[in-house]
């Protein structure tokens, strides 16, 4: 059985930045479709960036965050990343990790959230002046 610990929230101001941690438990998150998703106060949760590795590493991310979030994931401290630059008041959220028990992340799914069966508690994030 998998667990997710997110960490690395925090309050920034806009134009800041923040990098956020996923350390994974029971899988190995070079084998796996890893996520990070976003809940905003009083909306759904929006799909933020994907990453797997199969053999070369793929990435996927919302238009709201290309350019400015950067997923990776380091395989010897089995760890998942969210860089996130250039932040904006529209970026607070409770930000959350995900995973799938998938070789890839499904490109016509990957922003559902039925694709993932293992979630982390979640790290808030705030940008504000």
């Known amino acids: 059985q998998a667990h997710l610990a997110e960490s690395g929230g925090g309050e920034v101001q806009p134009g800041g930045s923040l990098r956020l941690s996923c350390v994974v438990s029971?899988?190995?998150?070079?084998?796996?479709?890893m996520a990070w998703f976003r809940q905003a106060p009083g909306k759904g949760r929006e799909p933020v960036a994907s990453?797997?590795?199969?053999?070369?590493?793929?990435?996927y991310y919302s238009d709201p965050v290309k350019g400015r979030f950067t997923i990776s994931h380091d395989n010897a401290k089995n760890t998942v990343y969210l860089q996130m630059n250039s932040l904006q008041p529209e970026d607070t959220a409770m930000y959350y990790c995900?995973?799938?028990?998938?070789?890839?992340?499904?490109?016509?799914?990957?922003?559902?959230?039925?694709?993932?069966?293992?979630w982390g508690q979640g790290t808030q994030v705030t940008v504000s002046s």
């Open positions: 995900a995973g799938a028990l998938y070789a890839f992340c499904p490109s016509s799914s990957w922003r559902g959230e039925s694709t993932y069966s293992f």
């Open positions: 029971g899988y190995a998150v070079s084998k796996i479709c």
């Open positions: 990453i797997y590795t199969n053999p070369d590493t793929t990435t």
